[in-house]
């Protein structure tokens, strides 16, 4: 068998014939050590050419049995290259920015654990009670630390078309234990005040979050995601909290996005992105619970939900990775409700408020700005443009949202409400003064990590060095549920935030937010429907907040 082409085989031949003659006459020893380097590489030179000769002749390793292979591909079975799914189950660990993974060598198989921690500090001012006649119920303007986000859960991919998650957030959502007992709770004997007369009987109880399993690369659909996620609407709602701007999302979240279900329901979304990576789409279908509970299930007739969004890049840069981009989107919703309410919600189905881009407790408790009450409303429909751009350091993001409510009344069978619809949507400009930009991952079109330029890190011998990357940031928001004959209030914030990523998981933010309310007193309807509980007045509400994140 002749040996394959390697164009080794007269490299040396120039140097050896430099010693036909003259040998004598220079320094031998020199002259032997030359000879010695040039005989090493023929020695090299021979082992690769006996390396290429043993892979050309050894036949290929065992294959493993059928139900773990794919099946070939193009028209000539013989020449046609083979996929193996599963043929090396071995893993190996690396530690990346999204935490430490293990994963085989292929990558058909891959698992991480992950976790999100977010310490929360928050200090609301007393407002003016000539202005602010009214402080809703539950933690009020209480100063408070408490972990606003602590989940744990994991993610990956199996037979390498398989992706899956499982995380759940075990601080997020409370259950009061004793509602009867009130403040004073003798089985217990956790403390309560008088302000607070609920906060000693309240526990945290585990909630799911991401929990799905998607399938990619399927035929002309692309991808399919089934379980409990986030619904396709909003820029802001699609970018996970690990990586928001500021310590709360706009009011639209609360408002609309992921009211009352922690901001994931249980459904199906089909999506994929163009071969250009320029636009994605996305289809959904889920069972509404968004104003219903923060679990995983709903029971009930009719109420349903269909989402989409399309978003689109008229501009990337690519040589700089996303540094200079353009953004563009719309998404949509339309939901049903349960047209049977249960009898304890006396004829009602729906409840729409916000609460403060400062809390001071997780879940159902923190005053609420803007509440509509509750209400009755066969349908919601909901229809957000989003656009950001990314320039060098600098990014400018916008979202407006607007809010249609199908024949509304205040308990079913009431009289109509009329033509109901609510608004709101914000703007906000950030900059990284360590000169990083806002990461784009045009697989979801929505933001991603920051990677620090320089890590903040604390050297032995030497002190602290690094300085992370340091970025400001300012948002105005603004949310009206003030329509027709529902008087749910209004509320306009200004934002001002400070964030330092001493690394690619942990980061330090502070935000300062002066909230303006413009609330008249609620008037109860049927059954207390329409009897929201929020801040009345016309006055300001100041606060500050701090937070300390990390993740894995």
């Known amino acids: 068998m002749p040996l394959p082409a390697t164009g080794l085989s007269n490299r040396a031949t120039p140097q050896l014939a430099s010693y036909n003659s003259g040998v004598s006459n220079g320094d031998v020893n020199s002259r032997l050590n030359e000879l010695e380097q040039i005989v090493r590489q023929q020695q090299g030179n021979i082992a690769a050419l006996e390396e290429q000769l043993r892979t050309a002749t050894t036949p290929s390793a065992e294959e493993p049995d059928q139900q773990s292979k794919t099946a070939t591909t193009g028209t000539n079975a013989d020449t046609a290259k083979k996929s193996v799914v599963g043929s090396d189950l071995n893993m190996i660990g690396k530690w990346t920015p999204n935490g430490g993974e293990l994963q085989t060598k292929n990558g058909d198989f891959k698992v991480k654990l992950a976790g999100r921690v977010q310490a929360d500090a928050a200090f609301i001012q007393q407002p003016d009670p000539t202005r602010i006649t009214s402080i809703p119920n539950g933690a009020g303007t209480k ?157 009930g007739n009719n109420n349903y939900s269909f ?27 339309y939901r049903t409700f349960d047209t049977e309410p249960a009898g304890y919600t006396g004829g009602t189905n729906v409840r729409i408020r916000a609460r403060g881009d400062i809390r001071n407790i997780p879940s159902t408790l923190p005053p609420n700005y803007v509440d509509t009450g509750n209400f009755y409303a066969t349908s919601q429909g909901l229809l957000n443009p989003e656009v950001a751009l990314v320039w060098g350091p600098w990014l400018i993001q916008a979202e407006y949202e607007y809010c249609h409510m199908g024949q509304a009344s205040s308990i079913r069978g009431a009289p109509s409400l009329g033509e109901v619809h609510f608004q709101g949507g914000y703007v906000e400009v950030m900059c990284f003064l360590t000169g990083e930009h806002r990461a784009y991952n045009r697989q979801t079109a929505s933001f991603g990590r920051v990677v620090p330029h320089n890590n903040a890190y604390i050297a032995r011998g030497v002190g602290f060095c690094g300085p992370g990357a340091w970025q400001v940031g300012l948002r105005y928001d603004w949310l009206d549920l003030n329509s027709s004959l529902v008087n749910g209030g209004n509320v306009q914030d200004i934002t001002l935030g400070l964030n330092w990523f001493l690394n690619p998981n942990t980061k330090l933010q502070f935000n300062y937010v002066a909230a303006w309310v413009n609330n008249a007193p609620a008037v109860a309807g049927p059954n207390n429907s329409l009897n929201g509980s929020r801040f009345v007045g016309d006055g300001v509400i100041n606060s500050v907040g701090t937070r300390l994140a990390w993740d894995f």
């Open 143 to 299: 100063d408070s630390f408490y972990f606003r986000r602590l989940r744990l859960g994991g993610y990956g991919t199996m037979w390498e078309q398989i992706d899956w998650a499982a995380e759940f957030d075990i601080a997020n959502t409370e259950f009061n234990a004793d509602p009867v007992a009130g403040g004073n709770n003798p089985a217990t004997g956790l403390r309560s005040s008088a302000a607070f007369p609920a906060g000693g009987n309240v526990i945290n109880v585990p909630a799911p979050t991401d929990v799905w399993m998607t399938f990619r690369e399927l035929p002309y659909i692309g991808n399919i995601r089934a379980g409990n996620q986030k619904e396709m609407i909003g820029l802001e709602h699609l970018t996970t909290s690990r990586f928001l701007d500021f310590m709360e999302r706009s009011p639209l979240q609360d408002a609309f996005n992921g009211p009352n279900n922690n901001g994931f329901t249980p459904g199906v979304t089909v999506y994929n992105i163009t071969p250009n990576k320029r636009a994605t789409w996305a289809l959904g279908i889920f069972k509404n619970n968004d104003y219903e509970n923060g679990f995983t299930y709903d029971v």
């Open 307 to 333: 989402n989409s969004r399309f978003t689109w890049t008229p501009y990337y840069d690519e040589p700089s990775e996303g540094r200079y981009m353009l953004h563009l989107g719309v998404g949509s919703a």
